[in-house]
C-alpha cells in the first residue's frame, strides 16, 4: 500500500486578506484523505448574535429612532437644551424618553445574551477528532482527541456516537453496524421525524478498522456548497487501488442533523457559513402588524395637527419679535398629542396577549413564538393549509389493493391471506375472491398473481426493522470502530418477537410493509446488501441480495430497488410510486380509470410494477449507471438516461390505497372559521383526485359542485381558462400547481382577482416556492393572510404570510419553530382566531384609543390657557404633574383595558358571525379617530373653561381644580370603556385615585391645601367633572341600546 503524504500545514493568510470584506466565490473542491487542504475555509462557528459589544448601542438606538413617534420625542428633548425654548424641567422630557429606551434594550440585550448562550453550548460541544498532525518517523500513529466543534476544520475526520450532533457537513465513510448503514434524524433541518438511513462509501467500509484510514491514498472531490439539501455530487477515487466511488446525498451528513443508531466516522467538507444548515437558514420577513402601520399613520396626523395648532396660535399672537422661538415652545408644549407611552403600553399589551394564549388550558401547547403580532389574529381574512398532517393526521392506513381483476379493502384482506397461504403451501382449494367494480361475475385471480404483488411490496421500500437491545445485550454489543457490533436495526438475528418499529423516510412505506407483515409475508432483517422475508404460512426465511436502490425524488416520483433471489438466482426490478410518473410507461386499460376512482375515496395511491433481467441486462445496466453516477457533469440527465432503459417492459402488478386520516375536529373547526368570513384555501402536494375528495369531505368550498381547472400549457389555454372562470361568479375551484404557474406568468392580476372570488380553492400538486408565492400574492393585495401546515416544506409559506401557524405533528418541527404560533392540532385555530384574536384586536385598539385621548385632553386644555392669557407659551402644569398625569394616576387603568372582554369566549365561539367585524378594521379606523378626538376636545374645553369660570382668588385654583377634574376624568372614562369588570381593574383604579389624594396632601407646593379641604373646591370639580363625562355616558348608552343589535340578541 502506498504510504500516504505527510500533512502540509494550512498557509498563513496575509494581512490584506484577514481585513478584505470581499465575498468568496464559492468552488468546488479536492481533498485527500487523512490531509487538511491548503485553502482557507470558514471556520466552524455558530453565530446567530444581532449584535456585538460595539454595535449593541449604536444598532437598537437606530432601530429605535427609525420609528416617528421615537423620533419625534428625541427632538423634542434634546430642544430642552436650549435655555431659550426650554419649558419645565429635563426630566419630563428625558424621562419618558429614556424608560422607553431603557425597556427596549434591557429586552434586547437579554434576548442576544440568550442567543450567545445557545450559540456558545453548540460552539464547545466535544467531538472525538484523529490527529492528523502527529508524525512519529515518518508514521502517523491512529490517535484520537476531544476538541470543540469550532475547532473542527474541513478534511477533519470525525467520529460520532449515538445521539451526537453533526457538527458540520461530512461525508460518511464507516460505521460499526453490521447492516453497513447508519440510521440519522433530520428533524432540525427539513421538519420531517422519519429516520433517514446513510451509507459509508464502499471503499472506506470496507476497511478493516478506522485506523486504516491513514494507510490509504484516496482523493475527494466535492461540489461547491449548495442550498440543496435533498442532492449532492462528489466523487472518491483510491489512487492505491484505482477505484471508484460515486458520492450521492445518501453518503452524507449534514450538520444538525443527530446520529440516531450506532456509530459512523465522517470526513468534514463544509464548514460553518457554507453548510447547508446555515446556508438554508434565510433571514425571515420581518413582520409589522396592521394595527401598529396604523397607529404610525394615526401618529403622523397628531403630529401635523401639533404644527398646525402653534402655527394658529403664532397667527393670533402675531409674527412679532422671535416668533421661531415662540413656535417651537408651542410645539413643545401641544407635544403631549403624540404620547410616548403608546409604544410602551401596546408592547406590553402584546406581552399580556401571548401570555393568556399559552396559559389557555383549552388550547394546552400553544406557544406565541412571535409577540410582535398578536392582534393579527384578530383580522384574518384567507387561511391557507397545507393536506396531509395539517387537515389529516399523517397516520397512513392501507385500506386497498387493486390487481386489474379483483379489488381487495379491509373487509376482505382476508381472502389475500388465503390465496397467498394457498400459493406457498401448494394447496388446491380457492378462496372467493373480491369482483372488480362494473364486473357481472366474480373473477378470482391467480394465487401466484397475489403472491407477486404481495412480494413486490415487500420488498420495494426503504424500511428498516429496528429492534430492542436490553441493556446487558447493549453493553456485550459496546466495542470500538475496528470491530463489529449487534446492531439495534436487525443487522443481527434477532427474534422476531422483540420487534420495536419500523422505520423509514415515508410512512406511506411503512403502512404497505405493515400491512404485508397482516397478510403474512414479514419484514424479518435488513441491511445494506440483502433484505430477509419471513413467510407465515410455512415458516420459512426468503433471502434476496440487494444489488441497486432507487431512492424516492419529488422529480421522478417513484422508488425502485433490483434484488437477486439467493435460491433461484432471478434478478427482478421492482418500481412503485405516482401514477402520474409510472401510468406511460405501462399499457394497462383499467389502471387510469381506477387511479381516479380511488382518489376520488381520498387515498392516497401507488402503482406497483416489475421487470425480470437477466444477468447480462443488469451488467449492461449496471456499468451505464456507475459511469453516470461517476459524473460530475450533468449527472442527473445522465442517470436518468439509464433508468429510461431500464424501466422499459415493465409488468404492471398492482395499484395500492392508502388512507391519511382527517384530523380530530377539523370539520367543525373549518365550518366555524367559514362562519366568521374566512376564506380557507388548501395549498398540497397531493394529486388533484385526493385533494378534491378531502376537499368534499371537508365542506371546504361554500358549495358541493367543483370545478376542475383544465391543464394549461400555452397563454391561450390560461386566458380561456380566465374567461371560463369569470363567468361562474362564487364558485369551488381546484387547479394544479403547474397550471396555477403558467396562468400566474400570463395573467397574474386576473387570476388572483378570479381566486379571490372564489368561495374554496384547492391548489393541488402545489411545490413549497407555490405556496410562499400564493401568500405574497394575496398579501399584496392587502389581504390578511395566515398560514398553517406542519411540515418543512410548508416553512416558506409559514414565514410568508402575516400569521404563520406550524403544527408539532408527525412531520417534525420545522414549521412549529419557524411560525408565529405554535399548535399542536389544526382544531386549537378556531379559539385561536375567534376568541383570543378578537380580544388582542379590540384590546389594543381601546388602548391606543384611550392613550392618543389622554394626550389629546391635555393638550387642548393648555390651547384653552394660552388663548385665555393672551397666547402665551407656559405650561399649565408643572413638570412633576405632566409626567404623574401620564404615569401614577392613569397608567395603571388605562392598561387595565387589556382585561376587558367584550363577549364570553362561549359566546364568540358559538356565533362567529361575529369576527367578520374584525376584518373590516373598524376598532382603529379613521372615524373612530376623529370621534375620539372630538371626544377630547370637548372634555379638555370644558375642563378649562369650567376651572378658568370658576375659580376666584389665585391662579393655583385653576391647576387645582382643573388638574382634579383631568384626573377624575380619565379614570370616569376608563370605568365607561369597560364593557366587563375584573378584579384588577377596579384595583387600578382605587389605587391610582389614593396615589392622587396622597399627592393633594403632601405636595403643598403644587396644591393648596387650605383650598382642598373647603367645600368650594369639591362642588367645583364635581360640577366640572359632571359636565365632562355625563352627556358621554347617555351617548355610551343610547348607542348601546338601539345600535349594537347583534350583542343584545347575544346577551339574552
Request: hydrophobic letters at 45%; one cysteine or more; glycine letters at 6%.
Amino acid at each position: 500500500m502506498e504510504t500516504t503524504p505527510l500533512l502540509s500545514r494550512p498557509k498563513r493568510k496575509s494581512l490584506w486578506s484577514r481585513f478584505s470584506f470581499r465575498k468568496k466565490e464559492l468552488t468546488s473542491r479536492v481533498i485527500y484523505l487523512g490531509q487538511l487542504p491548503d485553502e482557507d475555509f470558514p471556520p466552524n462557528f455558530i453565530c446567530n448574535q444581532k449584535y456585538s459589544i460595539l454595535t449593541f448601542l449604536p444598532l437598537v438606538l437606530y432601530d429605535q429612532f427609525r420609528f416617528f413617534l421615537n423620533l419625534y420625542f428625541l427632538v423634542m428633548a434634546l430642544s430642552q437644551f436650549i435655555p431659550s425654548i426650554r419649558i419645565g424641567y429635563l426630566y419630563t422630557y428625558w424621562g419618558p424618553l429614556c424608560f422607553v429606551l431603557a425597556v427596549t434594550l434591557f429586552r434586547e440585550a437579554v434576548d442576544d445574551f440568550r442567543r450567545y448562550r445557545r450559540d456558545k453550548e453548540v460552539n464547545r460541544q466535544c467531538y472525538e477528532r484523529v490527529v492528523l498532525e502527529q508524525n512519529i518517523n515518518d508514521y502517523r500513529p491512529f490517535v484520537t482527541e476531544r476538541v470543540p466543534a469550532s475547532a473542527l476544520r474541513v478534511g477533519d475526520i470525525v467520529m460520532l456516537h449515538k445521539g451526537q450532533r453533526v457538527p458540520a457537513d461530512m461525508i460518511l465513510l464507516r460505521t460499526n453496524e453490521t447492516m453497513g448503514t447508519v440510521f440519522i434524524r433530520t428533524d432540525q433541518l427539513d421538519g420531517e421525524i422519519d429516520w433517514k438511513l446513510r451509507i459509508p462509501l464502499p471503499s472506506t467500509q470496507k476497511l478493516p478498522t478506522d485506523a486504516h484510514l491513514l494507510d490509504i491514498n484516496a482523493q475527494i472531490f466535492v461540489e461547491k456548497p449548495e442550498k440543496d439539501i435533498h442532492s449532492f455530487i462528489g466523487t472518491c477515487t483510491r489512487l492505491d487501488e484505482e477505484e471508484n466511488d460515486s458520492l450521492d446525498i445518501e453518503n452524507t451528513l449534514w450538520s444538525g442533523c443527530v446520529v440516531a443508531s450506532g456509530q459512523a466516522t465522517g470526513l468534514i467538507i463544509y464548514t460553518g457559513s457554507q453548510t447547508r444548515s446555515v446556508m438554508n437558514n434565510s433571514t425571515p420577513r420581518s413582520k409589522v402588524g396592521r394595527l401598529e402601520l396604523q397607529v404610525n399613520d394615526l401618529t403622523k396626523l397628531l403630529f401635523a395637527a401639533t404644527l398646525l395648532t402653534s402655527f394658529l396660535m403664532i397667527v393670533l399672537k402675531g409674527f412679532n419679535g422671535p416668533w421661531y422661538g415662540f413656535l417651537f415652545r408651542f410645539e413643545l408644549l401641544f407635544s403631549y398629542i403624540i404620547p410616548i407611552s403608546l409604544r410602551v403600553n401596546l408592547d406590553m399589551g402584546k406581552v399580556f396577549y401571548s401570555w393568556t394564549i399559552q396559559k389557555d388550558k383549552k388550547i394546552e401547547g400553544t406557544v406565541m413564538r412571535s409577540t410582535t403580532i398578536p392582534e393579527e389574529l384578530g383580522r384574518i381574512q384567507y387561511l391557507l393549509a397545507d393536506k396531509t398532517g395539517t387537515l389529516t393526521k399523517n397516520e397512513m392506513v392501507f385500506q386497498k389493493l387493486h390487481l386489474g381483476n379483483a379489488l381487495y379493502d379491509n373487509n376482505l384482506f382476508y381472502e389475500v391471506e388465503g390465496l397467498l397461504t394457498q400459493y406457498l403451501t401448494n394447496e388446491s382449494h380457492s378462496e372467493p375472491a373480491s369482483p372488480i367494480l362494473g364486473s357481472s361475475e366474480p373473477l378470482s385471480p391467480p394465487p401466484q398473481q397475489v403472491w407477486r404483488a404481495v412480494l413486490a411490496l415487500a420488498l420495494c421500500h426503504n424500511v428498516t426493522p429496528v429492534y430492542e437491545l436490553d441493556d446487558q445485550r447493549a453493553d456485550e454489543a459496546q466495542s470500538d470502530m475496528g470491530s463489529s457490533m449487534m446492531s439495534e436495526s436487525c443487522g443481527g438475528a434477532v427474534p422476531q418477537q422483540e420487534l420495536c418499529d419500523y422505520q423509514a423516510s415515508s410512512p406511506d412505506e411503512v403502512a404497505l410493509v405493515k400491512w404485508t407483515d397482516r397478510m403474512g409475508v414479514s419484514l424479518y432483517r435488513r441491511d445494506f446488501s440483502s433484505i430477509a422475508l419471513k413467510l407465515r404460512a410455512t415458516n420459512e426465511i426468503m433471502q434476496f441480495s440487494i444489488l441497486q436502490i432507487f431512492h424516492f425524488t419529488s422529480e421522478s416520483k417513484m422508488m425502485g430497488i433490483i434484488v437477486q433471489e439467493e435460491v433461484s438466482g432471478e434478478i427482478t426490478y421492482y418500481v412503485k410510486g405516482a401514477d402520474v410518473a409510472l401510468a406511460p410507461l405501462l399499457e394497462s386499460p383499467w389502471l387510469n380509470e381506477e387511479c381516479k376512482r380511488l382518489a376520488a375515496e381520498g387515498l392516497r395511491t401507488l402503482v406497483v410494477a416489475k421487470k425480470i433481467l437477466t444477468k447480462n441486462d443488469y451488467l449492461e445496466f449496471e456499468s451505464e449507471y456507475k459511469e453516470a453516477r461517476l459524473s460530475v457533469t450533468n449527472r442527473a440527465e445522465k442517470t436518468m438516461a439509464a433508468m429510461s432503459k431500464l424501466q422499459c417492459g415493465l409488468q404492471l402488478l398492482g395499484l395500492t390505497g392508502v388512507e391519511d386520516r382527517l384530523a380530530d375536529h377539523v370539520p367543525e373547526t373549518m365550518a366555524m372559521l367559514r362562519a366568521a368570513g374566512i376564506k380557507i384555501w388548501m395549498l398540497t402536494g397531493d394529486k388533484l383526485e385526493t385533494a378534491l375528495c378531502i376537499a368534499r369531505s371537508l365542506h371546504l368550498g361554500g358549495g358541493s359542485r367543483w370545478f376542475v381547472a383544465p391543464e394549461c400549457n400555452s397563454r391561450r389555454d390560461a386566458h380561456a381558462l380566465l374567461r371560463v372562470l369569470a363567468a361562474a361568479a362564487d364558485q369551488d375551484l381546484i387547479i394544479e400547481g403547474e397550471t396555477l404557474e403558467m396562468c400566474l406568468q400570463c395573467y397574474e392580476d386576473e387570476l388572483v382577482e378570479v381566486l379571490c372570488g372564489c368561495s374554496g380553492v384547492v391548489v393541488a400538486r402545489c411545490s413549497p416556492t407555490q405556496k410562499a408565492r400564493v401568500a405574497q400574492l394575496l398579501r399584496a393585495r392587502g389581504r390578511v393572510v395566515a398560514a398553517v401546515g406542519d411540515g418543512g416544506n410548508d416553512v416558506a409559506m409559514i414565514q410568508e404570510a402575516d400569521i404563520g401557524v406550524g403544527i408539532e405533528g408527525a412531520e417534525g418541527r420545522a414549521a412549529s419553530l419557524a411560525g408565529d404560533v405554535s399548535v399542536r392540532a389544526f382544531s386549537s385555530l378556531a379559539r385561536l382566531l375567534l376568541v383570543h384574536g378578537r380580544r388582542a384586536v379590540m384590546r389594543s385598539a381601546a388602548l391606543s384609543l384611550f392613550i392618543v385621548h389622554r394626550g389629546l385632553i391635555v393638550s387642548t386644555m393648555q390651547a384653552v390657557f394660552s388663548v385665555v392669557f393672551y397666547f402665551s407659551s407656559v405650561s399649565l402644569y408643572p413638570g412633576f404633574l405632566m409626567v404623574g398625569y401620564g404615569t401614577l394616576f392613569t397608567m395603571l387603568p388605562v392598561f387595565s383595558l387589556v382585561l376587558d372582554k367584550d363577549i364570553p369566549s362561549s359566546t364568540a365561539l358559538k356565533y362567529p358571525q361575529l369576527y367578520k367585524q374584525l376584518t373590516k378594521g373598524r376598532q382603529l379606523s379613521y372615524k373612530t379617530f376623529y370621534i375620539w378626538t372630538g371626544i377630547s376636545i370637548y372634555q379638555g374645553g370644558v375642563i378649562m373653561y369650567g376651572a378658568l369660570v370658576l375659580f376666584e382668588d389665585q391662579l393655583i385654583h385653576i391647576v387645582e381644580i382643573s388638574y382634579t377634574a383631568l384626573i377624575l376624568t380619565e379614570l370616569i372614562m376608563v370605568a365607561l370603556t369597560v364593557d366587563t369588570w375584573h378584579r384588577l381593574m377596579v384595583v387600578a383604579e382605587l389605587a391610582s385615585l389614593l396615589m392622587y389624594a396622597t399627592t393633594l396632601l403632601v405636595f403643598n407646593s403644587y396644591f393648596d391645601s387650605d383650598f382642598i379641604k373647603h367645600w368650594d373646591f369639591w362642588w367645583k370639580v364635581t360640577t366640572i367633572t359632571l359636565v365632562s363625562c355625563l352627556p358621554l355616558y347617555i351617548v355610551k348608552f343610547m348607542h348601546r341600546k338601539w345600535s349594537a343589535r347583534q350583542y343584545r340578541n347575544i346577551r339574552k
